[in-house]
């Protein structure tokens, strides 16, 4: 059975160091970071990566006392994607637009703060909120979307780790092939910035990165990287089938034509680069591409010492001899945004298939030869002779991975 | 407390709980709900920061006495001053 192709129309983001893709862009190729220190409760400043869009632009200041961080991220995402798509919101077929949002996690913020909030009158759990529930259900974010939008479709969360942004996409994408939907709003959001667990179990992991300047502080591949910086953000996107797209004249941004999900089943933190390996190749199978064919492949790492390089032995040995292959990474600026991470480092590359530039790699000092890799785009943009296909990299926690491949549109 | 105090603490819990809501003409004696766009979970605000500002304990039977502006003095007056 031939599939529907499937394309990016729309792409609404808030990240770090921006809030529209073109202001995100523009901060990619400038090499401007979004790094700041926060009070974390129980644990004192912190490093974080913080949005900063104007969440009342679509909510009430009601709706966003009862909703959470990670639906409002995602009611602007959504917003912003629909908008770019240049469509009303009246205009969709709400009983068959379907909202798929990617998280690693969600309800650590919303519980510790109930808890906390009970600490206040002696653990009395009479104090306990009723917005508890509906704050913490795994769907929380997709519905937020679901309830501001007033679309009746499938909305519900993929959760997935670090993962997840990359799922989100590749569950809106079947979804569209399975004609369960005619349009789909995809991809990833984080808010974990607000939940002081996840810093303290990245630091009892010792994996949670210090540098006296927070914008240094996330350096994949350098030498003296030391962990990662959590960051909140979202990316969403509206996909929709080729000719649905085309009947409308919609912009396309490209085509989703290669993913690949897997585990590695060997551990609960730890990568496995053969698995990893292996997950980019059933990628580049299912769009029917060869590595030489990729000409930027955007990775993961979150600048731990161990994840980098086997990340790296995964790319080296499934980019070998492949001379027009870039390779970037987009936590140096933005930390690593979870949920939100895959599919919003995507979004930083879409623009190549215009200008044909590869944000680099920023924070890289001193390469760790391990780390070093053919391709790989340090410190300052290039300029690509041509980007026809991106390769987007998202691991998470128990052994999750996935590999997504965007094509330039092309009829 | 008198009952026109009573009543500026109720629109004051209303006034965090519903931020976006106009409150300088709220009819005492016209139902909350028909003046604001209050829902049920809004009424459990109301209850749950009576508990926390003002350690005041509204039993669900009680909830209807929220109604309106007046109701809640009326209710509401008699368990402050029983505080004091």
Same mark, same amino acid.
């Given at each position: *059975?031939?599939?529907?192709?499937?394309?990016?129309?729309?792409?609404? /983001?808030?990240?770090?160091?921006?809030?529209?893709?073109?202001?995100?862009?523009?901060?990619?190729?400038?090499?401007?970071?979004?790094?700041?220190?926060?009070?974390?409760?129980?644990?004192?400043?912190? /490093?974080?990566?913080?949005?900063? +869009?104007?969440?009342?632009? $679509?909510?009430?200041?009601?709706?966003?006392?009862?909703?959470?961080?990670?639906?409002?991220?995602? #009611?602007?995402?959504?917003?912003?994607?629909?908008?770019?798509?240049?469509?009303?919101?009246?205009?969709?077929?709400?009983?068959?637009?379907?909202? $798929?949002?990617?998280?690693?996690?969600?309800?650590?913020? @919303?519980?510790? &703060? @109930?808890?906390?909030? %009970?600490?206040? +009158?002696?653990?009395?759990?009479?104090?306990?909120?009723? !917005? !508890?529930?509906?704050?913490?259900?795994?769907?929380?974010?997709?519905? @937020?979307?679901?309830?501001?939008?007033?679309?009746?479709?499938?909305?519900?969360?993929?959760?997935?780790?670090?993962?997840?942004?990359?799922?989100?996409? #590749?569950?809106?994408?079947? *979804?569209?092939?399975?004609?369960?939907?005619? +349009?789909?709003?995809?991809?990833?959001?984080?808010?974990?910035?607000?939940?002081?667990?996840?810093?303290?179990?990245?630091?009892?992991?010792?994996?949670?990165?210090?540098?006296?300047?927070?914008?240094?502080?996330?350096?994949?591949?350098?030498?003296?990287?030391?962990?990662?910086?959590?960051? @909140?953000?979202?990316?969403? $996107?509206?996909?929709?089938?080729?000719?649905?797209?085309?009947?409308?004249?919609?912009?396309?941004?490209?085509?989703?034509?290669?993913?690949? %999900?897997?585990?590695?089943?060997?551990?609960?933190?730890?990568?496995?680069?053969?698995?990893?390996?292996?997950?980019?190749?059933?990628?580049?199978?299912?769009?029917? =591409?060869?590595?030489?064919?990729?000409? =930027?492949?955007?990775?993961?790492?979150?600048?731990?010492?161990?994840?980098?390089?086997?990340?790296?032995?995964?790319?080296?040995?499934? +980019?070998?001899?492949?001379?027009?292959?870039?390779?970037?990474?987009?936590?140096?600026? =933005?930390? !690593?945004? *979870?949920?939100?991470?895959?599919?919003?480092?995507?979004?930083?590359? /879409?623009?190549?298939?215009?200008?044909?530039?590869?944000?680099?790699?920023? &924070?890289?000092?001193?390469?760790?030869?391990?780390?070093?890799?053919?391709?790989?785009?340090?410190?300052?943009?290039?300029?690509?002779?041509?980007?026809?296909?991106?390769? &987007?990299?998202?691991?998470?926690?128990?052994? %999750?991975?996935?590999?997504?491949?965007?094509?330039?549109?092309?009829? | 407390?008198?009952?026109?105090?009573?009543?500026?603490?109720?629109?004051?819990?209303?006034?965090?709980?519903?931020?976006?809501?106009?409150?300088?003409?709220?009819?005492?004696?016209?139902?909350?709900?028909?003046?604001?766009?209050?829902?049920?979970?809004?009424?459990?605000?109301?209850?749950?920061?009576?508990?926390?500002?003002?350690?005041?304990?509204?039993?669900?039977?009680?909830?209807?006495?929220?109604?309106?502006?007046?109701?809640?003095?009326?209710?509401?007056?008699?368990?402050?001053?029983?505080?004091?």
């Amino acid at each position: *059975m031939a599939l529907s192709r499937v394309v990016i129309t729309g792409v609404g /983001l808030t990240s770090p160091n921006g809030n529209t893709l073109e202001e995100f862009r523009r901060s990619l190729l400038k090499g401007k970071g979004g790094i700041s220190r926060i009070d974390m409760r129980y644990m004192g400043q912190v /490093l974080a990566g913080v949005c900063d +869009f104007e969440a009342t632009k $679509y909510q009430k200041r009601k709706e966003l006392r009862v909703g959470t961080r990670a639906g409002s991220i995602s #009611i602007y995402c959504a917003r912003e994607a629909l908008a770019d798509a240049g469509l009303a919101v009246d205009q969709l077929d709400s009983k068959r637009t379907g909202i $798929y949002v990617g998280t690693t996690e969600h309800g650590n913020v @919303e519980t510790e &703060n @109930e808890v906390y909030n %009970i600490s206040q +009158f002696d653990y009395d759990t009479k104090f306990w909120s009723h !917005h !508890h529930n509906p704050r913490t259900v795994s769907n929380n974010p997709a519905g @937020e979307v679901s309830l501001n939008l007033k679309v009746h479709g499938p909305a519900y969360t993929i959760g997935a780790a670090c993962a997840a942004g990359n799922l989100g996409l #590749i569950q809106g994408m079947q *979804m569209l092939q399975l004609g369960e939907v005619d +349009f789909a709003i995809a991809g990833g959001v984080s808010e974990s910035i607000r939940s002081f667990g996840i810093f303290a179990g990245f630091k009892s992991q010792g994996a949670l990165a210090e540098h006296e300047d927070p914008n240094k502080a996330s350096r994949p591949f350098d030498v003296d990287r030391n962990g990662i910086v959590v960051s @909140e953000g979202g990316a969403l $996107y509206t996909l929709e089938r080729l000719e649905d797209a085309q009947a409308r004249g919609a912009k396309i941004y490209g085509e989703i034509v290669g993913y690949k %999900i897997n585990s590695d089943a060997t551990d609960y933190v730890l990568p496995n680069p053969e698995r990893q390996a292996e997950c980019m190749r059933g990628a580049l199978e299912k769009a029917g =591409i060869q590595p030489s064919d990729i000409h =930027i492949v955007s990775t993961h790492a979150t600048a731990t010492p161990l994840g980098d390089i086997q990340e790296c032995e995964a790319v080296r040995e499934v +980019f070998a001899n492949c001379p027009d292959t870039h390779i970037n990474n987009t936590k140096g600026y =933005i930390g !690593h945004a *979870m949920g939100a991470a895959g599919s919003l480092e995507l979004a930083g590359n /879409l623009p190549s298939f215009e200008d044909g530039l590869v944000h680099p790699t920023i &924070n890289v000092d001193n390469l760790d030869p391990k780390c070093d890799l053919p391709g790989l785009v340090i410190n300052e943009p290039k300029q690509a002779k041509r980007v026809d296909a991106i390769l &987007n990299n998202s691991f998470g926690m128990l052994g %999750i991975n996935s590999a997504l491949i965007i094509k330039r549109f092309s009829n | 407390m008198t009952k026109d105090e009573c009543k500026q603490v109720v629109l004051d819990i209303i006034a965090e709980i519903a931020p976006d809501e106009d409150l300088s003409d709220v009819k005492g004696e016209v139902a909350l709900r028909e003046q604001l766009d209050l829902d049920s979970m809004d009424f459990l605000d109301i209850v749950m920061e009576l508990r926390k500002q003002h350690s005041i304990e509204v039993p669900e039977a009680d909830y209807v006495q929220l109604a309106s502006l007046d109701s809640c003095a009326e209710y509401l007056t008699p368990k402050f001053n029983a505080l004091v």
